[in-house]
């Protein structure tokens, strides 16, 4: 008997259990709860678990499912009506990340690789945080809903050439024709397939009617589909990931569709909550604390211009101004699928522990700050656009006036102080003091000469 090992699988599971439930009854997503169930369990707490390779064969399958899974679930038939909006956005959205990574990257001297993987990360958001929120919000069914789905549908698609484009890069002897001509293959079978399946009508799945109406047998068929689909995938020389995701876009545009998606749930939950438990076994909290400025500045950073960025892209390609706004202030959350690409370069050996550690951190910190998001987009969906004209009125609107003092207080000080310094000369002493009165903070119950009402 392994006693041991059945205490310390008895111990991740109920850790992961209670984090998970923790997380969501403060609204936030349960993927976190187990990353920090992990970062619990691992060398920087109570080394339950001291090596993420105990884990890391059950994590890689969680991957392979979670792409079987993306693709059941892919509603190619409502992509293909906003196919061209949703993918140039997600091309400039993946240009934008590139641009903002090799920017940083040549100010810290990072490694071409690593400006790589960070790029994509960055093009990247979470298709399950997104989708909570606009469900939450009630815009998941809009116009809003499904302008922000297809972006997220594209980004999912592009998810595989970026997984075989960093898998590549940990060839020793990879050239650049080794790792784009692969490439070039996945993508033009990918279109291929989704063309095909989204103008065809739904068949049935050979020998449907021996498992269809048997959830075992539908559980371990789906299994099945998705490591068949990974293994031939591997076999021709492109990535396991690939040939789970192809196989999870033909399985859901058959009739078993729903069917299939019920049964495999359960199995992709559990083997999912040991891919992000092993994430949470690669975050060191003494990196975090040892480079928490750069850790912050980051995540600042890259939430801002990624929100930023989402916005206009959205409004240059002629969306509507409160649409662009919703929208792309939904998507400006890092993804998980960042994640598999921090996997798959630690795994290639293209990431040293230093890029890891920071990519890892930013990018758990960036799906738990995802509740101001989801506060934010629900202020958003309530507020009267038509009313809008300045910034500062945007910012009232969405966050109360306490917010547009924030803002307009800093600037209204500036003006004050520029106005008395050129003043200063051709006013009397008594004249300087009175001034000085309107700029200093009056005291509680004070009125002065700014008081204006509505303020």
């Known amino acids: 008997m392994h006693e041991a090992e059945l205490i310390g699988l008895a111990v991740v599971a109920g850790a992961a259990m209670l984090m998970g439930v923790l997380f969501s009854r403060i609204r936030q997503p349960v993927v976190v709860g187990y990353i920090v169930a992990g970062v619990v369990l691992g060398p920087s707490v109570l080394r339950v678990i001291a090596n993420r390779e105990d884990v890391g064969l059950i994590a890689e399958m969680g991957v392979l499912m979670l792409l079987f899974l993306i693709g059941m679930e892919l509603s190619l038939r409502n992509f293909r009506r906003i196919w061209r909006l949703s993918l140039t956005v997600m091309a400039l959205q993946l240009a934008f990340g590139l641009g903002l990574a090799w920017l940083i990257g040549g100010l810290t001297g990072w490694r071409v690789e690593l400006t790589l993987i960070v790029g994509f990360g960055l093009s990247l958001s979470s298709t399950a945080?997104?989708?909570?929120?606009?469900?939450?919000?009630?815009?998941?069914?809009?116009?809003?809903?499904?302008?922000?789905?297809?972006?997220?549908?594209?980004?999912?698609?592009?998810?595989?050439?970026?997984?075989?484009?960093?898998?590549?890069?940990?060839?020793?002897?990879?050239?650049?024709?080794?790792?784009?001509?692969?490439?070039?293959?996945?993508?033009?079978?990918?279109?291929?397939?989704?063309?095909?399946?989204?103008?065809?009508?739904?068949?049935?799945?050979?020998?449907?009617?021996?498992?269809?109406?048997?959830?075992?047998?539908?559980?371990m068929t789906g299994l099945a589909l998705c490591f068949v689909g990974a293994a031939i995938s591997g076999l021709i020389g492109l990535s396991p990931a690939y040939g789970a995701f192809v196989a999870g876009l033909v399985v859901g545009n058959t009739t078993e569709r729903a069917k299939m998606i019920s049964a495999v749930q359960p199995i992709q939950s559990v083997l999912?909550?040991?891919?992000?438990?092993?994430?949470?076994?690669?975050?060191?909290?003494?990196?975090?604390?040892?480079?928490?400025?750069?850790?912050?500045?980051?995540?600042?950073?890259?939430?801002?211009?990624?929100?930023?960025?989402?916005?206009?892209?959205?409004?240059?390609?002629?969306?509507?101004?409160?649409?662009?706004?919703?929208?792309?202030?939904?998507?400006?959350?890092?993804?998980?699928?960042?994640f598999v690409l921090v996997a798959a370069g630690l795994a290639a050996g293209v990431i040293d522990s230093y890029g890891g550690n920071l990519m890892t951190s930013v990018i758990v910190l960036s799906l738990a700050s995802s509740s101001l998001v989801l506060f934010t987009a629900r202020r958003m969906s309530e507020v009267r656009w038509r009313r809008v004209r300045t910034f500062e009125d945007a910012i009232t609107a969405v966050y109360g006036k306490g917010a547009r003092k924030l803002v307009a207080g800093p600037s209204r000080a500036a003006q004050d102080a520029v106005r008395v310094t050129r003043t200063a000369g051709e006013i009397s002493r008594g004249e300087m003091d009175r001034l000085m009165k309107r700029v200093r903070p009056k005291r509680d119950g004070e009125d002065g000469p700014d008081d204006r009402p509505g303020d």
Not at 281 to 299: C, E, Q, T, Y
Not at 311 to 323: D, K, Q, V, Y
């Open 272 to 338: 999912l909550m040991v891919f992000f438990l092993s994430v949470g076994l690669l975050l060191d909290l003494g990196f975090i604390i040892d480079n928490w400025v750069i850790v912050l500045a980051l995540l600042l950073g890259i939430t801002l211009t990624k929100t930023i960025a989402n916005i206009g892209i959205l409004r240059m390609l002629g969306e509507p101004w409160p649409r662009a706004w919703l929208a792309g202030t939904v998507l400006g959350q890092v993804g998980e699928f960042s």
């Open 129 to 219: 945080v997104a989708i909570k929120i606009l469900d939450d919000i009630g815009q998941l069914r809009t116009e809003v809903g499904r302008t922000a789905v297809g972006v997220l549908i594209a980004q999912d698609l592009a998810v595989v050439p970026m997984l075989i484009i960093v898998s590549g890069m940990g060839e020793a002897d990879a050239g650049t024709l080794d790792i784009v001509v692969p490439v070039v293959i996945a993508v033009v079978v990918l279109i291929g397939i989704v063309f095909l399946l989204s103008r065809r009508k739904r068949d049935h799945l050979p020998f449907a009617h021996w498992f269809s109406d048997h959830p075992d047998l539908a559980a």
